[in-house]
């Protein structure tokens, strides 16, 4: 005997299940409009957006047309910043939308025109915020933003940040100058260049006496001249 069952013939709960397995835009794209009963469970569930290098503005602009409504259900972020047919979808987003529940932000690309201005604002004001991970492959990030993002990132006031990856090339030597450093973090990755053993090793000791919850610590070290080599086009 075959049993058929309705879409509306699913339990609440087995909703939520199915919702915390897929992403912001196929539960919006595949469950909004459909009924008053969906539309009055997407108002409580959690969204995680992953933005990959593949999508287009056309879904981006989609997508933020819902986060309208939606964005202060925002938990995760996972941002490719140059698209197919766009840059700096970070600078659209955070323009656009307010992110207060986040816990977990991933900058997976930096495109080279991207303001931070207001994207720092808003990072910073994050008192829910878990994970934190800034990847710059193309060597994009200016001067001053990795000076002022590794400054706020390590003072951040959040109780809940226990992981921080700084994956662009930085000397950190000011480190040593920062106070009340997050004493709940925990994981430490960064991105690195120097001349010398020598400042490794203060970088390390610095480190470690600024942040004493440290119990992970992650460094990737570049020569100074190769990262300035990379950067002549």
Do not use: W
């Not at 919006?28 to 409009?33: I, M, N, R, V």
């Not at 989609?62 to 972020?77: C, E, P, R």
């Not at 991970?133 to 001067?143: A, E, V």
Request: hydrophobic share 40%; net charge neutral.
């Amino acid at each position: 005997m075959s049993i058929h069952t309705h879409l509306e013939d699913l339990s609440n709960e087995i909703f939520f299940e199915i919702f915390d397995y897929l992403h912001a835009l196929d539960i919006l794209t595949g469950f909004t409009s459909l009924n008053q009963r969906i539309s009055s469970i997407l108002q409580s569930i959690p969204f995680r957006i992953i933005i990959p290098h593949n999508y287009c503005r056309r879904q981006i602009d989609f997508l933020s047309y819902y986060l309208t409504f939606h964005a202060h259900q925002v938990i995760s972020l996972e941002i490719h910043d140059i698209i197919l047919d766009y840059s700096s979808v970070i600078n659209l987003l955070f323009n656009r939308h307010n992110f207060i529940n986040l816990q977990s932000c991933i900058f997976t690309s930096i495109n080279s025109s991207t303001k931070f201005e207001n994207v720092f604002k808003q990072i910073q004001s994050l008192n829910r915020l878990v994970r934190f991970s800034l990847l710059d492959p193309y060597f994009n990030l200016n001067g001053k933003d990795k000076c002022d993002l590794t400054r706020m990132m390590l003072m951040h006031k959040s109780s809940s940040l226990h992981s921080i990856i700084l994956g662009y090339c930085y000397d950190y030597l000011d480190i040593s100058n920062y106070t009340s450093i997050s004493s709940n973090l925990t994981s430490l990755h960064l991105r690195l260049y120097c001349t010398s053993s020598t400042v490794i090793l203060f970088l390390v000791l610095s480190i470690f006496r600024v942040c004493h919850g440290i119990r992970h610590l992650g460094l990737r070290i570049e020569q100074k001249y190769s990262v300035e080599n990379n950067n002549v086009k």
